[in-house]
């Protein structure tokens, strides 16, 4: 049985050590809001809740990659130009895999290497969002994306996602204010483009958002 570790007893030397089996390692409990180390020698495997990842530039800007929900994984890229960070958007549960023993099990590699295509795609999508001219386009692929890699289908071709993003992380996504999100959400829910739950998780309309490349 998985043991799990709160954040704040965490014991990180537990990573170099031998382990035979990924089912017998323990669960890294991580609350909402903390900032996930990352180690050069392995990965972190997501089994439940959000991760945001982002990095800082020499000049302090910010650029998002995306985020890891249960089943990715993620680790440091090894730049020396990126300040990677890995923050919890949510209560979140890892696991952590070296990387020697990802490159001897076959199993891991066929688990893991679809995810590391998802992650390039991810990212690859942000930067066509943000390459966006208008602000409302870019919120709503930003909205779009988060819906596809996030979301749970509901009846009359809506969709929820399933985590509630405050409107100054989604500002900080597209490159905009915090006010500006929250004029142009509020304009969403207006013209019934989208409505809250009552955790305020967001139900899109998906015949307003559509693909991302439209």
């Given at each position: 049985?998985?043991?799990?570790?709160?954040?704040?007893?965490?014991?990180?030397?537990?990573?170099?050590?031998?382990?035979?089996?990924?089912?017998?390692?323990?669960?890294?409990?991580?609350?909402?809001?903390?900032?996930?180390?990352?180690?050069?020698e392995?990965?972190?495997?997501?089994?439940?809740?959000?991760?945001?990842?982002?990095?800082?530039?020499?000049?302090?800007e910010?650029?998002?990659?995306?985020?890891?929900?249960?089943?990715?994984?993620?680790?440091?890229?090894?730049?020396?130009?990126?300040?990677?960070?890995?923050t919890?958007l949510?209560?979140?549960?890892?696991?952590?895999?070296?990387?020697?023993?990802?490159?001897?099990?076959?199993?891991?590699s066929?688990?893991?290497?679809?995810?590391?295509?998802?992650?390039?795609?991810q990212a690859?999508?942000?930067?066509?969002?943000?390459?966006?001219?208008?602000?409302?386009?870019r919120?709503?692929?930003?909205?779009?994306?988060?819906?596809?890699?996030?979301?749970?289908?509901?009846?009359?071709?809506?969709?929820?996602?399933?985590?509630?993003?405050?409107?100054?992380?989604?500002?900080?996504?597209?490159?905009?204010?915090?006010?500006?999100?929250?004029?142009?959400?509020?304009?969403?829910?207006?013209?019934?483009?989208?409505?809250?739950?009552?955790?305020?998780?967001?139900?899109?309309?998906?015949?307003?958002?559509?693909?991302?490349?439209?």
């Amino acid at each position: 049985m998985l043991s799990i570790v709160q954040s704040t007893d965490l014991d990180y030397s537990h990573q170099q050590q031998q382990q035979p089996s990924v089912l017998n390692k323990r669960l890294y409990f991580h609350t909402k809001g903390d900032e996930i180390p990352l180690f050069p020698e392995g990965v972190w495997q997501v089994t439940q809740g959000l991760v945001q990842l982002s990095a800082n530039y020499e000049d302090g800007e910010q650029v998002l990659f995306g985020w890891a929900a249960s089943g990715a994984w993620f680790g440091t890229q090894g730049s020396d130009r990126l300040d990677y960070q890995a923050t919890a958007l949510s209560p979140v549960y890892l696991r952590w895999l070296r990387l020697d023993e990802i490159e001897s099990s076959m199993r891991l590699s066929q688990i893991l290497l679809p995810q590391l295509a998802k992650r390039m795609r991810q990212a690859e999508l942000l930067l066509i969002i943000n390459g966006r001219r208008h602000t409302v386009e870019r919120l709503r692929g930003l909205l779009s994306l988060l819906r596809d890699e996030l979301g749970e289908s509901l009846p009359d071709n809506r969709t929820r996602i399933n985590y509630k993003f405050t409107h100054q992380q989604l500002a900080s996504a597209i490159g905009t204010t915090r006010v500006t999100v929250s004029r142009m959400m509020a304009q969403f829910q207006s013209k019934g483009y989208m409505t809250l739950d009552r955790h305020r998780h967001p139900i899109l309309d998906n015949n307003y958002f559509g693909h991302i490349g439209n």
